[in-house]
T-cell receptor
């Protein structure tokens, strides 16, 4: 059982470059989320999707975009990376948007130089 | 705005000791509360989920309690082991407009010494 798969595991990216972080889940969960984790700031929600075809902005959406073309995939795109986007990015999913348990991927460590 | 606080930020205990990690939140209108474990350089592993209507949940040596009215949850770890060393995070789920999100505390770094 794979659960949530994120790729790449880590990446060093030049500032100004475009980058897509991939997230795939095999649990048929309706809701998916992207968080970033930074030292001293904890985990913050970037974007979310309650169901395929819908997306919404979280706490820190600027500089990021997402799409949800199907149930399984929820890619996160940085259109033009900046050093402040250096972080560890986690994708998560839950069966529904509400009262259900959330599961996390192993993370993508991104360094923007 | 919901704020989640975890105290202490770090805790070091000898093996075999029972311990309690604390989590407090400012908005009591939560749907559920979830405790996670995070090992260094790894993702989050779900430990326990407490629904808003529940007072506690147990899994093995772990017991989590929830007191919505006071905005508090505790994670009790019995007979701690070195393998329990990790960062423990609590998160509350609440409505945000018509949507839902998890708001996380910053975690408690637990070290269990052999």
């Amino acid at each position: 059982i794979a659960g949530i798969t994120q790729a790449p595991t880590s990446q060093i990216l030049a500032a100004g470059r475009r980058m897509t972080l991939r997230c795939t889940q095999d649990m048929r969960h309706n809701a998916m989320y992207w968080y970033r984790q930074d030292l001293g700031l904890g985990l913050r929600l970037i974007h979310y999707s309650n169901t395929a075809g819908t997306t919404g902005k979280g706490e820190v959406p600027d500089g990021y975009s997402v799409s949800r073309a199907n149930t399984d995939d929820f890619p996160l795109t940085l259109a033009s990376a900046v050093p402040s986007q250096t972080s560890v990015y986690f994708c998560a999913s839950s069966e529904g948007a509400g009262n259900t348990e959330a599961f996390f991927g192993q993370g993508t460590r991104l360094t923007v130089v | 705005k919901q704020e989640v606080t975890q105290i202490p930020a770090a805790l070091s205990v000898p093996e075999g000791e029972n311990l309690v990690l604390n989590c407090s939140f400012t908005d009591s209108a939560i749907y559920n509360l979830q405790w996670f474990r995070q090992d260094p350089g790894k993702g989050l592993t779900s430990l326990l989920l407490i629904q808003s209507s529940q007072r506690e949940q147990t899994s093995g040596r772990l017991n989590a309690s929830l007191d919505k009215s006071s905005g508090r949850s505790t994670l009790y770890i019995a007979a701690s082991q070195p393998g329990d060393s990790a960062t423990y995070l609590c998160a509350v789920r609440l409505t945000w407009g018509s949507n839902y999100k998890l708001t996380f505390g910053k975690g408690t770094l637990l070290t269990v010494n052999p």
